[in-house]
Every structure is written in C-alpha cells, then in structure tokens.
Nanobody, 123 residues
Framework: QVQLVESGGGSVQVGESLILSCEAS????????MGWFRQAPGKDREFVAA????????YYSDSVKGRFAISRDNAKNTAYLQMNDLKPEDTAVYYC????????????????WGQGTQVTVSS
C-alpha cells in the first residue's frame, strides 16, 4: 500500500511561485507514474501534470503548460510540482496521485492519492 503526503501549499500573490512536494512511502516509487491534480470549490477534479517512472516523460494540461513543471527524485521517493507565475484561477486543493504501470490525465487510472494541499493565489 502506497501512502502519499503532499506539502508546500500556501497563500501567495499573483505572479509568485510555489513548489509542492509529494513524498511516497510503502511501495516501489521508481516504478510508479505520478500525477498532480487540483480541485477548486464547486468544480471537478482537474488534471495538472504527470510524469512517468522514466522521469523524462512529462505531460501537462494546457492551462499550466509553460508555467508549471513536474519532476521527481526517485532516490528521495518524492515528486514535485514547481508552480511559477501563479494566477487566481490556480487556486485549488492540489493532490498528488500514483499509478501502477501508467501516467495519464485520467484520475480514474490512478491507484493512490494524497490528502491534498491548499494553494491560494490572491490578486
């Protein structure tokens, strides 16, 4: 059973940056695809970014492409989401997720989820 714990959320101003971390335990992290999703109040959970176990393969939603960067350090069992040039519409609870044998934009294909971390962007 894989456990995921997110950290790094907070309140920032428009244009500022944050880095989110997702530490995994209880499984073979280097074989898992990792994804970041977000959910704003009253909205469905939205795909943000994903990275394969090979590290070099990444995938982003159009809304964050060019501003956010997903990465992972398999030696530390940790995935990251670097968020730059933050906008009010980025305000949401951010979740990391882990998938066995895939990395994808589809939340239903992820096997494990963290509890989420709040990101609030004010103008």
């Amino acid at each position: 059973q894989v456990q995921l714990v997110e950290s790094g959320g907070g309140s920032v101003q428009v244009g500022e940056s944050l880095i989110l971390s997702c530490e995994a335990s209880g499984g073979a992290f280097s074989s898992l695809g990792m994804g970041w999703f977000r959910q704003a109040p009253g909205k469905d959970r939205e795909f943000v970014a994903a990275i394969s176990w090979r590290v070099s393969d990444t995938y982003y939603s159009d809304s964050v492409k060019g501003r956010f960067a997903i990465s992972r350090d398999n030696a530390k069992n940790t995935a990251y989401l670097q968020m730059n040039d933050l906008k009010p519409e980025d305000t949401a609870v951010y979740y990391c997720a882990a998938a066995v044998d895939t990395y994808t934009f589809a939340p239903d294909l992820y096997d494990y989820w963290g509890q989420g971390t709040q990101v609030t962007v004010s103008s």
